[in-house]
């Protein structure tokens, strides 16, 4: 069931990390094989509660599950979930911290870490109240009760549900008509809208006014600027 182990965790920081700086790489798709998306993290050789000393488990998740999320935030290249099945835990975190999600009809979300008494974690108290509210974020953390594809996307957790059979077609889809975008001006709008549930609207205009000064500097607005004047399509390069 794709329970992430620390090895998988590092590989996939450091593939977001390469993404946001390769030119050549346009958009990201995570998705996985076989029956599940995520179990979760995978807790074998986890130390025993007596075996801690004081600060081992804030610097484990601020180090681990904390960082991981963050990567995907912080990619400057947009990141489609394309989620085949069950979603539970950090699983599920790593899917909602994407910038798109589609979601195979079979697919589930679990906030499994109350069945094992838990607080969650992986950003999961900070990503679901700005996705759905408060009081449906405290629901599933609460209950830890799955939750389908179909409520998910009625809920707003996802943006799409096809098909199993259909969903590597589609998440290809999306990532080719985002590779054909202008990357940079994403990346500017991706941080815009990830900072501004936190920020006061002055400080949210001020940084939208500087991101159009900086994209104003790229070859792919210059392009845009001009396919509109010539009357024809854009050619973005994502430069």
Known sequence: MNAVTWDQRERIIALLEAASADPAV???????TGRGFCAGADLRGAPATGERTAGDVTRTIRRGAQRFIGAVLDCEKPVIAAVNGTAAGIGAHLAFA??????AESARFIEVFVRRGLVPDGGGAYLLPRLIG?????????????????????WGLVNRVVPAEDLEKTATEWAERLARGPTRALALT???????????????FAAEATAQELNMTTRDAQEGVASFVDRREARYQGR
Do not use: H, W, Y
């Not at 994407?98 to 979601?103: N, T």
């Not at 009081?135 to 009625?154: I, N, T, V, Y």
């Open 26 to 32: 346009r958009a990201v798709v995570i998705t996985a």
């Open 98 to 103: 994407c910038d798109l999600v589609l979601a």
């Open 134 to 154: 408060p009081q449906r974020a405290k629901e599933l953390m609460f209950f830890g009760d799955a939750l389908s594809a179909a409520d998910a996307r009625e």
């Open 190 to 204: 991706k941080q815009l809208v990830n900072a501004a549930l936190d920020t006061d609207r002055a400080t949210a």
